[in-house]
């Protein structure tokens, strides 16, 4: 309203006073508070026709934060910062800089610069800083710059610089005429804000050589909002004293709701409970949710409590786990590292390597950028494949007796791993970083006090291993291919299937597979294992125009692009997959252009394909493999009842089984393996109507078969 009518030379009438009342510029409403005066307003204008329209229209207000009553809109005096003279360098300036996520600084922060009105700096409250201006009846006006100007100008000793004090301070003036006061008004907040660079150092009179090298600031970081406060601030007063931005790159953050979707509030106690969240998850599981939920990309988050037990359970207690794992294993064996993984010629050392490193390379471009977004799900991916890909298929290797070369290196190899990813998580998660640092640091000749004073780890790029990489990524999918079709043919993890034909078009892809088959083939569970390179006779290869892609990019012609890319043969899918650009209806399409699909063509029901390989399975099963598969769920209850009764993972085991006679057929025949692997020096076995002996005796039944386990620690 003001603005329209300063564009139309409505002059200023302002007949509110301090207190919302009207005054008597206006005597039929004077003493009238303004809103109690609405009603009176309407009548008289219905009265005179002047009343255009009256209805009742809801919409958002502005209340008191404290009172929670409405507020008013009153034009008052102010003094002003000048910033639409400067408003162009400011979006200069604001181009050299670096935003986080990048659309912020054109957009939002772009658009409110290329809006930006002068800025009024003045407040009308007691609390704040004093407006630094005297001034006296005939218009005289000067600015005071620090306490030593205003003593030298007042001839007084001066020691606090609150309103109550420095109000009486009268300053000659310097022409003679009446002395100088100083004017109303307190600093609004926002302007200290922006004066942070340079107030924090008391520059300009201290610390200039501080100053100089930390200005303009690397980075700064806040929420959204403040693309109308503290960004603003900071680069309209950098503006104006120096000319350049005062800061180089800036982390938007985005605001956290309560899980309803609405603000959180004291009055509506819609959030958890801080401390207690912290007492129940720890503050490592708070910082990961966090930093890796759509706030670091300027995003609104709804804030779960369930999302930060998640983080517990998916990945800090995977990550102990391994790091528990090597602990028991290394204190059993009394292993000490060399610091010699690199040397390991084991394929699935060189790739956890390789992935370690490639993650140390990805966090460190990623951070220079002040990309976090794009770190923190890379290193919870990692933990995730330490765990459950290389522990698991690597598990044989420290569950062997003895310490051979072999095992040494799988040591050296997780040690190095667990060690290094303490310090790469400790920004991230610094408390368990810490605690599993301490104790893995304790072997090193000069260990640090804390993870928080070694150097962030550098990348060793000759550990790259892209050939490992994708044939792991292939051995992941592999393994779950397998998994689902068993549970497709019902046919349970522990019984042996006799066949499994791995399908891959590129022979040089299998026979790096053909390396981890010793690792996939146990996990898996087949006696047998084909590679097949024609993949044309077991797998249809289609391919679909990628709409959500393509449709931005190509408008009206996508289209029959879709339907070039439909047509494409089997050789031009190929070359898409392999890296190249085809023509399609003059438009060039790239592999991320289009949805690729594999499928089993008509008939092969014993098929699973999946862009990155395909499996057949031989379905058959005989009683011969039936029973082995019985003897290993005898083997998992008697590993299970090994760690109910709390005994140590190299403990020596007398073992004592009461079972039918089909489970006793199958202990019988695979009763070797069940012995060695659960490093039972005795295995006596009872009928059924017998009970075993030993310290722990556990009952349990194999798909409605009874058996019974005595289990009984062998002195050392």
Aim: net charge negative; with cysteine; aromatic share 10%.
């Amino acid at each position: 309203d003001y603005l329209a009518c300063q564009k139309g030379g409505v002059p200023m009438v302002n007949p509110v006073d301090d207190d919302g009342v009207f005054t008597s510029e206006v005597p039929p409403y004077a003493n009238l508070k303004v809103k109690d005066a609405d009603k009176s307003i309407i009548a008289d204008l219905k009265k005179s026709g002047r009343l255009f329209k009256q209805d009742t229209l809801q919409h958002s207000y502005p209340y008191c934060y404290r009172s929670d009553t409405p507020l008013i809109y009153r034009a008052v005096s102010s003094w002003f910062v000048a910033v639409e003279k400067i408003k162009e360098q400011i979006i200069e300036n604001n181009k050299t800089t670096t935003w986080v996520p990048d659309h912020l600084r054109d957009g939002r922060f772009g658009n409110w610069l290329e809006n930006a009105r002068d800025w009024a700096i003045s407040r009308n409250r007691f609390w704040g800083t004093p407006l630094p201006l005297w001034r006296n009846d005939e218009g005289e006006i000067l600015c005071i710059g620090s306490k030593d100007e205003l003593e030298e100008l007042s001839e007084r000793k001066i020691d606090d610089l609150h309103i109550d004090v420095i109000d009486s301070i009268e300053i000659p003036s310097p022409t003679g005429k009446s002395p100088l006061k100083r004017v109303e008004g307190v600093l609004d907040c926002w302007f200290e804000s922006g004066s942070m660079p340079y107030a924090q150092l008391g520059y300009p009179k201290d610390n200039q050589q501080q100053f100089k090298e930390m200005f303009p600031a690397e980075f700064i970081a806040e929420g959204l909002d403040q693309t109308r406060g503290w960004f603003y601030t900071l680069s309209v007063i950098g503006t104006a004293l120096f000319n350049q931005a005062p800061f180089k790159n800036v982390v938007v953050n985005g605001m956290v709701l309560a899980e309803d979707g609405r603000k959180m509030s004291k009055s509506l106690r819609n959030y958890p409970d801080p401390n207690e969240l912290l007492q129940k998850n720890g503050a490592d599981a708070l910082r990961l949710y966090m930093i890796d939920s759509p706030v670091v990309k300027a995003q609104e988050l709804k804030f779960s409590e369930k999302g930060v037990y998640d983080v517990v359970r998916k990945i800090l207690l995977r990550w102990w786990n391994s790091y528990s794992f090597f602990v028991n294993y290394a204190n059993i064996d009394g292993f000490v590292p060399k610091g010699n993984a690199a040397e390991s010629p084991n394929l699935l050392d060189q790739w956890v390597l390789s992935r370690l490193n490639g993650l140390i390379e990805n966090t460190d471009q990623e951070m220079n950028a002040y990309r976090l977004y794009n770190v923190v799900p890379k290193l919870l991916q990692f933990i995730e494949e330490l765990t459950n890909t290389y522990i698991r298929f690597n598990r044989s290797h420290f569950w062997e007796e003895g310490l051979s070369q072999e095992k040494q290196y799988a040591y050296e190899t997780l040690y190095e791993v667990l060690l290094t990813l303490s310090r790469l998580m400790a920004p991230f998660a610094p408390f368990l970083s810490e605690v599993i640092y301490k104790n893995l640091s304790q072997v090193l000749e000069n260990p640090k006090e804390s993870v928080h004073l070694e150097d962030f780890p550098k990348a060793d790029t000759s550990l790259f291993r892209e050939d490992l990489e994708k044939a792991v990524q292939a051995m992941d999918v592999l393994v779950a291919l397998g998994r689902n079709h068993r549970e497709k043919i019902s046919v349970k993890a522990k019984i042996p299937l006799k066949n499994i034909k791995i399908i891959h078009r590129d022979p040089k892809v299998l026979e790096t597979l053909k390396k981890f088959e010793p690792y996939f083939v146990d996990e898996l569970n087949f006696r047998n294992v084909e590679y097949v390179s024609n993949e044309d006779d077991y797998v249809s290869v289609t391919a679909k125009a990628n709409f959500p892609v393509l449709g931005k990019r190509l408008g009206p012609k996508m289209k029959s692009v879709a339907a070039g890319i439909q047509k494409l043969s089997l050789q031009d899918i190929f070359d898409l997959e392999n890296g190249k650009t085809l023509k399609v209806e003059g438009e060039d399409i790239e592999m991320s252009d289009v949805e690729i699909r594999r499928g089993p063509k008509a008939g092969l029901d014993n098929v699973s394909t999946h862009q990155v390989v395909s499996i057949e399975v031989d379905p058959e099963l005989t009683e011969e493999q039936e029973r082995e598969g019985l003897a290993r769920e005898v083997m998992r209850k008697i590993q299970v009842a090994r760690k109910t009764a709390d005994f140590q993972m190299d403990d020596r085991i007398r073992l004592e089984i009461s079972c039918g006679a089909q489970v006793l057929e199958a202990v019988q025949a695979h009763k070797d393996m069940i012995v060695k692997e659960t490093l039972s020096n005795e295995l006596i076995l009872h009928p059924e109507d017998k009970d075993p002996v030993g310290s722990f005796v556990e009952n349990s039944d194999l798909d409605g078969l009874p058996l019974k386990v005595g289990v009984t620690v062998v002195p050392r």
